[in-house]
């Protein structure tokens, strides 16, 4: 027997929830429940993940060997952990031009690695397109922020952050072009076809 809901002007079954009675009233053909795909819980085997970046970057890809589980939980995606690691990030550029030469090229030298590791970290789970060219060019920054220290001047003529944020600026526009090509932000087939079913 089905009735119908007040609130919401849908029909339900009677006695259920209208959550979870909406599917079992309407079919499949109405509700989006019963065709959306399943996904294990974020850590189990198998399982889709969660999205990163409060809901920015695509979904993890399965968790399915014991490393990947591991970075899952370390990882910083979202809320005060992803903040902090952009607060960190930002204090190292401001702090290095207060710096002795060595010790500025070396923040800068932090700064980049740290943005170059976690953006390798999180393209290699969920495939986000801006994070194919901000980890490779951020840690080919870091080097050489890095030789720099090494030999006490800039290896760039001082440009360390102009050309941390001109990769900013290219990875976002890669993202664009890709968005726009492909219907999803993330540049592996898998999550090409779920990100293109979220939407």
């Known amino acids: 027997m089905t009735v119908i809901d007040r609130r919401t002007g849908r029909r339900r079954a009677y006695g259920l929830p209208p959550q979870t009675a909406r599917g079992?009233?309407?079919?499949?053909?109405?509700?989006?429940?019963?065709?959306?795909?399943?996904?294990?819980?974020?850590g189990q085997p198998g399982g889709c993940g969660r999205t990163a970046l409060w809901g920015w970057s695509p979904p993890d890809l399965p968790a399915d060997t014991p490393l990947k589980r591991r970075i899952d939980r370390l990882l910083p995606r979202s809320?005060?952990?992803?903040?902090?690691?952009?607060?960190?990030?930002?204090?190292?550029?401001?702090?290095?031009?207060?710096?002795?030469t060595r010790a500025g090229l070396t923040a800068d030298g932090l700064a980049a690695l740290a943005g170059g590791a976690w953006c390798g970290l999180n393209f290699w789970r969920c495939r986000h397109a801006h994070c194919a060219v901000t980890s490779g060019g951020w840690l080919?920054?870091?080097?050489?922020?890095?030789?720099?220290?090494?030999?006490?001047?800039?290896?760039?003529?001082?440009?360390?952050?102009?050309?941390?944020?001109?990769?900013?600026?290219?990875?976002?526009?890669?993202?664009?072009?890709?968005?726009?090509?492909r219907g999803t932000s993330a540049v592996a087939p898998g999550n090409a076809q779920r990100g293109a079913a979220q939407r």
Do not use: K, N, T
């Open 79 to 100: 809320g005060v952990s992803a903040v902090a690691c952009f607060v960190a990030v930002v204090g190292l550029f401001i702090l290095a031009p207060h710096l002795p």
């Open 24 to 42: 079992a009233a309407d079919g499949p053909a109405a509700g989006s429940s019963a065709a959306a795909p399943s996904c294990l819980p974020v």
């Open 140 to 181: 080919a920054l870091s080097a050489l922020a890095f030789g720099g220290a090494v030999l006490g001047h800039s290896l760039i003529s001082g440009y360390e952050q102009p050309v941390f944020l001109a990769v900013l600026a290219a990875a976002l526009a890669f993202e664009a072009a890709w968005r726009w090509a």
